[in-house]
C-alpha cells in the first residue's frame, strides 16, 4: 500500500481595525482554548490513523492573534500533499467577516474549508432561519458545522477525503460528554507565541444562569459537563513535559464546575507534592466565595488571577437581564476573600443597561472605586451577540440591529438604547477607561496591593496593559498583544490595498508614537509603584473598599441603590 499525506490547516481568524486590517501582534496576550481543542481532537485522530494505515494526517495550527497567515503557503501545502482541509477554528461573530475573506481565498484555490465555533452555533441554536452571513459562507461552497467536536471528526475527516463533505454538519441537539473527550493540546511552538506561556484548558462547559446577553446557555447548555480530575491531570503534565505550567482555565464559570474540588485538589497535589509550578487565571461568578473552600484551593492549586463577571452594580439592570444571581451587598465580601487568598482580581462592567444613562454610569464607576477592591476592571458595551436570547428578541420583534459582524466585539454599539444615543453610548465607553484608571486611582489601587499582599509589579504591569490597550492600542485588552503587526495587503475584503508610500511612513509614524505612549505609561506606573514602595505608612494603608462590609443599611454600596434591591433577597432586608 502507498503512503499518502492528508493535511489540515486550522486558523482562529482575528478580526478587523476600524480601518480593515487584521488586529495582531507579535505575541498575543490569551491563548485560544478553541484551537487546542480542535486540534486534540484531530491529533487523535492522526495517531488512530483514522483514514487507514497510509494515510499520514499531518495538522498545522495558526492563530492568526500572533500569526501573520500565509494563505498561498497554506494552499501550497495542501497541494503538495494531495488531500486535505482548512478548518476555521473557534470563529465568533466578531470574526466571521475575517473567517469568510479567508475563506473565499481558498475556495478559489478549489480547497475544502470548515467554519466551526460560536457564531455558526449561536445561529443555528437561536434563529429560526440562516442569516445572511451564514447563507453567504454556504454559497462560497464552505461547510458549516454547529456544535461541538468531540467524536464528531473522524466522520468529518473521512467525508472530505472521500469527497463527500456536507455542506452543513450540526450536531447542536447532541452533546457531548466531557468526561471521555480528548484533551485540549497545542505544540510547545503554538503555545510559546502566546505571552507568557500560557497554555488553556476547559475543566467542563455549561452554566446553570440564565443571564439573557449570553450566548454560552444556548450553545453549551446550562447543565455542568466536566472532565475528570485524571485528564487534568493529563492536560497539565503533557504540557508540563513542554516547559509549559501556566494555563487560563476557559470554564466560563468554573465554581459551577460541578467537579471543581476533585479537580483542585488534584492540581494542589500536582503542585504541593509533586512539584509542578503550576499557575491559573480562573473565572468565576460574584457568589464563588459562598462555597465552602472554593476561593482557598483555588489560590493553593495556583490560582493568581481570576475574572469575575461583575456587569453591573445596579440591581435593577442585573435583574433586567436575569443576572439575579449576581448581589451587590456581597460583592466587597467576595473580593476581599480573594485578597486574603492574595489573588489578583480582574472584573468585567458591562454599559448600555436600560437603566443606564451617562451620569448614572459615571457615579457607578466612582463608586466602583470607592467601595469595592478591584485590581482591574474592564468595560463593555451590552451586545445583543448572536447566539444570545437578547439577539433572538430583537431579531425576531425586527429591531435594527448593527449589520456588520466584525462590530460584534463589545468595544462597538450594535443596537438602539432608550436613554443613550449611539455617540453618546459610545462615548460613555471610552469615557469609562479614563475614569477608572487616573493616575490618583492607580495609585489607590497599588496601595491596597501592597497591604494585601499582591506582587506590586504584577499588578503595575497588568494595570499599564488595561489602561493603555483603549488609549493607545484603541482595542480591547482582551485583544491586546504585544508589538502590532499590520500587513499592508492583508485588508478586509472589498477595501482597497493602499500604496507602499502612502502605508509604510504612516506606519512608521503610528508605531512609533506608540511605542513612545507605551513608554511613558509605564514609567508613570513604575514611578507611582517606587513611591509607594518606599512610603513608610504605605503597609498600614486602609480605605472603605478594605473594611469588612456590613450589607447592612448603611454601607455606602447598598445605601445607593436601596429601592432598587429586591426585598426579602439580601441581608439588608433582615433589618
Ligand atoms: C476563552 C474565550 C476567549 C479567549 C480566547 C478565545 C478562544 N476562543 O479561545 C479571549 C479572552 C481572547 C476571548 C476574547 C473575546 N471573546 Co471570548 N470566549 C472565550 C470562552 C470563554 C471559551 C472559548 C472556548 O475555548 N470554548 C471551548 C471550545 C472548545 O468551544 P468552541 O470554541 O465552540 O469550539 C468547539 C466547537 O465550536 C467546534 N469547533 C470550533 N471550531 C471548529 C472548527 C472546525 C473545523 C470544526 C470541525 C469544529 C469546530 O469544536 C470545538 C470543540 O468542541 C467563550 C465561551 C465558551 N464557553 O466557549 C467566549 C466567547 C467565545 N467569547 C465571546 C466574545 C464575544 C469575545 C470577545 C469578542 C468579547 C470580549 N471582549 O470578551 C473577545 C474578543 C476576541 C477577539 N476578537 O480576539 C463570545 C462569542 C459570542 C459570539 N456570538 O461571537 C463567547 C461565546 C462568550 C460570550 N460572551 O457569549 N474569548
Ligand atoms: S453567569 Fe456567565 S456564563 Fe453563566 S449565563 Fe451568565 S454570562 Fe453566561
Redo the contacts with the bound molecule.
Keep these: 500500500m502507498t503512503e499518502r499525506k492528508f493535511k489540515i490547516v486550522?486558523i482562529?481568524p482575528?478580526?478587523y481595525d476600524a480601518e480593515g486590517y487584521v488586529?495582531q501582534w507579535w505575541r498575543s496576550t490569551?491563548?485560544?482554548?478553541?484551537?487546542a481543542?480542535?486540534y486534540g481532537?484531530l491529533a487523535d485522530c492522526a495517531r488512530d490513523k483514522i483514514l487507514g494505515p497510509n494515510v499520514n494526517i499531518e495538522i498545522d495550527a495558526y492563530d492568526e492573534?500572533n500569526t501573520v497567515i500565509d494563505v498561498k503557503a497554506a494552499i501550497r501545502a495542501i497541494r503538495r500533499a494531495g488531500g486535505g482541509f482548512i478548518?476555521?477554528?473557534?470563529?465568533?461573530?466578531?470574526?466571521f467577516p475575517r473567517a469568510l475573506d479567508l475563506g473565499r481565498q481558498f475556495r478559489a484555490a478549489g480547497l475544502p474549508v470548515?467554519?466551526?465555533?460560536?457564531?455558526v452555533?449561536?445561529c443555528i441554536s437561536m434563529l429560526p432561519e440562516m442569516p445572511t452571513d451564514l447563507r453567504e459562507a454556504l454559497d462560497l461552497g464552505i461547510t458549516l458545522?454547529a456544535?461541538?467536536?468531540?467524536g464528531?471528526?473522524a466522520d468529518?475527516l473521512r467525508d472530505i477525503d472521500t469527497g463527500k463533505l456536507k455542506p452543513m454538519?450540526n450536531f447542536l441537539g447532541d452533546l457531548?460528554d466531557l468526561a471521555a473527550a480528548k484533551l485540549?493540546l497545542l505544540p510547545r511552538k503554538i503555545v510559546t507565541r502566546v505571552f507568557g506561556h500560557y497554555a488553556?484548558f476547559?475543566a467542563g462547559?455549561g452554566c446553570p444562569f440564565e443571564c439573557s446577553f449570553?450566548?454560552?446557555i444556548n450553545?453549551?447548555g446550562r447543565k455542568s459537563r466536566y472532565r475528570t480530575p485524571d485528564d487534568v491531570e493529563a492536560i497539565v503534565r503533557a504540557n508540563a513535559a513542554q516547559g509549559i505550567t501556566r494555563f487560563?482555565v476557559?470554564d466560563?464559570n468554573f465554581a459551577r464546575n460541578k467537579n471543581w474540588q476533585p479537580i483542585l485538589d488534584r492540581l494542589i497535589d500536582l503542585r504541593e507534592k509533586q512539584g509542578f509550578t503550576i499557575r491559573l487565571i480562573l473565572?468565576v461568578d460574584t457568589m464563588c466565595h459562598r462555597i465552602p473552600g472554593f476561593i482557598e484551593k483555588a489560590a493553593r492549586a495556583g490560582c493568581h488571577t481570576v475574572f469575575i463577571g461583575l456587569e453591573n452594580i445596579n440591581p435593577e439592570s442585573l435583574m433586567g437581564t436575569k443576572k439575579r444571581q449576581n448581589k451587590i451587598w456581597e460583592y466587597r465580601e467576595m473580593l476581599l476573600a480573594w485578597r486574603r487568598a492574595r489573588v489578583m482580581t480582574w472584573a468585567g462592567y458591562i454599559l448600555g443597561f436600560p437603566t443606564d444613562t451617562p451620569e448614572t454610569i459615571a457615579r457607578d464607576i466612582e463608586i466602583i472605586k470607592r467601595e469595592l477592591p478591584i485590581d482591574m476592571l474592564e468595560f463593555?458595551c451590552l451586545?445583543p451577540?448572536?447566539?444570545?436570547e437578547d439577539h433572538k428578541n430583537l431579531y425576531l420583534r425586527a429591531v435594527p440591529m448593527e449589520p456588520d459582524l466584525n462590530k460584534?466585539?463589545?468595544?462597538h454599539v450594535c443596537t438602539g438604547h432608550a436613554r443613550m444615543s449611539k455617540e453618546q453610548w459610545l462615548q460613555v465607553y471610552r469615557d469609562a477607561w479614563a475614569r477608572y484608571y487616573t493616575a490618583a486611582h492607580v495609585e489607590t489601587i497599588l496601595r491596597r496591593a501592597l497591604v494585601s499582599r499582591l506582587s506590586i509589579s504584577r499588578v503595575i504591569s497588568a494595570l499599564a496593559m488595561f489602561a493603555g490597550a483603549m488609549w493607545i492600542e484603541a482595542v480591547?485588552p482582551?485583544?491586546l498583544g504585544f508589538v502590532r503587526r499590520k500587513v499592508r495587503t492583508q485588508r478586509r475584503h472589498g477595501l482597497p490595498i493602499e500604496h507602499p508610500l502612502v502605508f509604510y511612513p504612516r506606519r512608521f509614524i503610528e508605531a512609533f508614537t506608540t511605542t513612545l505612549r507605551w513608554t511613558g505609561l509605564l514609567l508613570r506606573h513604575w514611578r507611582i509603584g517606587r513611591r509607594i514602595k518606599s512610603d513608610p505608612d504605605a503597609r498600614s494603608y486602609a480605605d472603605e473598599a478594605l473594611r469588612n462590609p456590613s450589607g447592612q443599611v448603611g454601607d455606602p454600596l447598598v445605601q445607593v441603590f436601596a429601592d432598587k434591591i429586591p426585598t426579602g433577597t439580601h441581608r439588608m432586608a433582615a433589618h
Design positions: 486550522l482562529k482575528s478580526h488586529i490569551i491563548p485560544s482554548n478553541s484551537l481543542s480542535v481532537i492573534c478548518g476555521l477554528v473557534g470563529v465568533q461573530s466578531n470574526q470548515v467554519i466551526g465555533g460560536f457564531h452555533s449561536g458545522f456544535g461541538e467536536g468531540e464528531r471528526m468529518l454538519y457531548p485540549p488553556s476547559d462547559r449570553c450566548t454560552i450553545v453549551q487560563f476557559t466560563d473565572q463593555f451586545t451577540l448572536p447566539g444570545s460584534y466585539d463589545l468595544e480591547h482582551l485583544q
